[in-house]
């Protein structure tokens, strides 16, 4: 929010559409946290659109309370020792195709004649098994389940 002009209190001060949809996110999350029913959400969401002061806007969550920070949100690998491997190893793999395939590209357009695709051999075999290992859960943070999700 940008500063009150002189002579104008902060609270008299017009709002943007932006602000606007900063509040109508606040209520999105209080409605999502059980904070509001469905009724007083769509209410208050009808009044935050029509609202023209920041002040106006003030008044719309004033009773609620802060909401808590969104919970950080778990990587692909799990931070045990296996997750740490599957990340090394998933990051040498990787560095491997693109090497072969940017040195394959490199020779393909410059030689007339064909060039065997021997890229896919670099990344093919070695792949399969770490998506294998990643399948059978090896380094792999534990799926979200019902009980896990609403306890965040």
């Known amino acids: 929010m940008s500063e009150a002009t002189p002579g104008v209190p902060a609270e008299n001060m017009r709002v943007s559409d932006a602000e606007r949809a900063q509040v109508q996110d606040r209520l ?3 409605h999502d946290l059980g904070q509001l029913d469905l009724t ?3 209410e208050r969401v009808r009044t ?7 002040g106006d806007l003030a008044g719309i969550t004033a009773d609620l309370p802060v909401p808590p920070p969104d919970p950080a949100r778990p990587g692909v690998f799990s931070p045990t020792p296996g997750g740490m491997a599957m990340r090394v190893l998933t990051l040498v793999w990787l560095s491997t195709v693109v090497v072969n395939l940017t040195v394959w590209g490199i020779v393909a357009l410059t030689v007339d004649e064909s060039v ?3 890229w896919l051999w670099a990344a ?4 399969a098994v770490l998506a294998v290992l990643y399948a059978t859960g090896i380094g792999r943070n534990p799926p979200l389940t019902l009980r896990r999700w609403c306890a965040r």
Do not use: M, Q
Not at 124 to 127: F, K, L, Q, R
């Open 40 to 42: 007083e959400f769509d």
């Open 124 to 127: 093919g075999p070695p792949g």
């Open 48 to 54: 935050v659109w029509a609202a023209r002061t920041r």
């Open 116 to 118: 065997y695709p021997w």
């Open 28 to 30: 999105r999350r209080a």
